[in-house]
């Protein structure tokens, strides 16, 4: 928290109450959501109609809820917060909890409390989130390393508590960002058949998923109202935009604007795209795999298995590279 505050100096002292970090673009739409959260009673009709675009209805399926950042932030409105203000302590926050989480998984994967604080640090304050500043939602990402670490506890322990965590931080996703619901979606779905697709693991994955259904059910009132007014607008997301929104393997090399640790290069920027992760982060990221490759005694099966990895991350560098000097690459189907 107190690397959160230094982090955030020139915030703190720029005006707490009329500033908004890095701009008035998303931050301020951002800050106004918050602020209406604490106007209507969340999924009812008059709270999808918020204020905008009038005589527009539905309005607020345009952009993301944030409910989940609404529940620290509405309190402090009710108190006579200003809404930068209640932004403010929201997006300040977000720093030290996301930390913590990534160090709770880390943690759990290695056993090391070293790697835990280094992973957690990374996540918390690593150069990505300079890159999304403007997004609170993104920034409020705490709720996926919580998941991921509850998983790992309940195939570890199978107790039920860690099922109920599983749903809430999946539940906490939906209502900060549907984008990370979506793509934690994909990612659990992903770690239950690596870790639980086999003979003893059966039957965890089918409570897991009874879970998921679950906790899907509860998150109808949300996701269902989105839908309808997304088909009432005709709202979609072409593969032109989604070619657009994404990032390449080229995108390791390209840091946000904000960062004094690595050039911004034009040729590589785009939107969504910074996935540059940072000196330090890349010098242990040699260290580990010098440090792998001196371990002799790893099983053959792992070897096999991280040289298929391997020779496909070598792939798709390769395209990446010649996609890159060639001007693009292209496949039909």
């Known amino acids: 928290m107190l690397l959160a505050l230094i982090w955030n100096a020139p915030l703190l002292v720029g005006g707490f109450s009329t500033t908004l970090p890095n701009d008035l673009g998303d931050p301020l739409l951002n800050a106004w959501i918050l602020w209406w959260n604490s106007k209507a009673r969340p999924l009812t009709e008059a709270w999808w109609s918020a204020p905008a675009f009038y005589p527009a209805e539905g309005v607020l399926s345009f952009s993301e809820t ?19 203000a209640a932004y403010n302590v929201a997006f ?15 943690r759990e994967c290695t056993g090391s409390r070293a790697a835990a604080f280094i992973g957690g640090a990374y996540f918390g304050f690593g150069p990505h989130r300079a890159a999304h500043l403007a997004q ?21 322990t199978a107790r039920p508590v860690y099922l109920a965590l599983v749903a809430a931080a999946w539940m906490a996703m939906a209502m900060s960002s549907v984008y990370f619901l979506l793509f934690g979606s994909v990612g659990a779905a992903l770690w239950g058949a690596w870790f639980l697709l086999n003979w003893h693991g059966f039957r965890r994955l089918a409570v897991l998923a009874t879970v998921g259904v679950a906790s899907a059910l ?15 607008y005709g709202l979609r997301r072409n593969i032109g935009e989604m070619e657009a929104f994404s990032a390449d393997v080229l995108s390791f090399a390209d840091g946000a604007h904000t960062l ?34 001196r371990q002799r005694e790893r099983a053959r099966r792992s070897t096999r298995t991280s040289a298929v990895v391997a020779a496909l991350g070598a792939m798709m560098i390769i395209v990446g590279a010649y996609a890159a000097w060639s001007g693009g690459l292209r496949w039909h189907l």
């Open 66 to 84: 944030l409910l989940s950042i609404a529940i620290l932030t509405t309190p402090l409105l009710w108190l006579g917060a200003s809404p930068a």
């Open 218 to 232: 509860l998150m109808l009132p949300l996701l269902l109202p989105y839908a309808a007014w997304h088909e009432y």
């Open 260 to 293: 004094w640790t690595w050039p911004n290069v034009q040729v590589l920027d785009r939107p969504e795209g910074q996935l540059y992760p940072g000196v330090l982060t890349s010098l242990l990221l040699i260290a580990g795999a010098w440090q792998w490759r």
């Open 136 to 156: 609170i939602q993104i920034m409020w990402a705490w709720s996926i390393p919580l998941l991921f670490f509850a998983l790992f506890r309940y195939r570890a």
């Open 92 to 106: 300040v926050l977000s720093f030290a909890p996301s930390a913590m989480m990534a160090y709770l998984l880390c």
